[in-house]
């Protein structure tokens, strides 16, 4: 058994994610902020979300005018939209009982990064009391938010996958086919407080248990 968790650890080596902080050359890494979090909402009612879609991260640059779309799911895109509108659910979602637990241990988020893409999935590092933890790229913005700490974004993953000469209506279509989701009729809406407290959503991110 020793000898088949030694080959096998020696054969999954190549998958794992290499740690931001243990890159050997320096990669140019630029600083975001979240600019807005979009959802699908029906074509006959704007004030309805189509549930079975996801929601947008947008990402823009601090010091440019670069912005970067990413797909997220509908509750992680709500429980970042929550805090940007400075609005509390009325028990802590994951994100914010991690942030507790940090301050309660006196630990430390000192920034999250997205460093690459594999697969049309991207992946994102988080800084914590000197340590790099693999994360979704989602729940590190939920802590970076939360914790007021900064967003990097690999700058060469902004070039690439960034809006560039599309609208970002332009650029969302564009991944959805590459990635083969079907869209269903809609258009694409800020995360409004108004619009989150109107829907399901909010009872997915926040609901009691039972």
Not at 43 to 64: Q, R
Not at 108 to 124: C, G, K, L, Q, V
Not at 155 to 180: F, M, N, P, W
Request: aromatic share 4%; proline share 7%.
């Amino acid at each position: 058994l020793h000898r088949a968790r030694t080959q096998l650890r020696r054969e999954l080596a190549p998958l794992a994610p290499v740690p931001f902080a243990a890159s050997k050359k320096e990669v140019p890494m630029v600083e975001v902020k979240v600019e807005d979090v979009l959802v699908r909402v029906t074509a006959n009612d704007p004030s309805k979300i189509v549930l079975e879609t996801p929601a947008i991260i947008l990402l823009k640059e601090k010091s440019g005018e670069r912005s970067m779309p990413i797909f997220v799911g509908l509750p992680e895109g709500a429980n970042l939209a929550a805090p940007l509108a400075d609005h509390k659910f009325p028990r802590p979602t994951t994100a914010d009982l991690t942030i507790e637990l940090l301050r309660a241990t006196g630990g430390t988020i000192e920034r999250i990064a997205i460093t690459s893409i594999r697969d049309n999935t991207f992946y994102a590092h988080i800084s914590a009391n000197g340590d790099e933890v693999d994360a979704r790229p989602s729940d590190a913005i939920n802590l970076a938010v939360r914790a007021t700490a900064p967003i990097l974004l690999e700058e060469s993953l902004l070039d690439e996958y960034g809006l560039g000469e599309r609208t970002l209506v332009q650029k969302i279509e564009h991944v959805a086919a590459k990635i083969g989701l079907e869209l269903p009729a809609g258009t694409w809406k800020s995360l409004s407080l108004e619009l989150l407290l109107a829907q399901e959503v909010m009872r997915w991110t926040s609901r009691p248990e039972r």
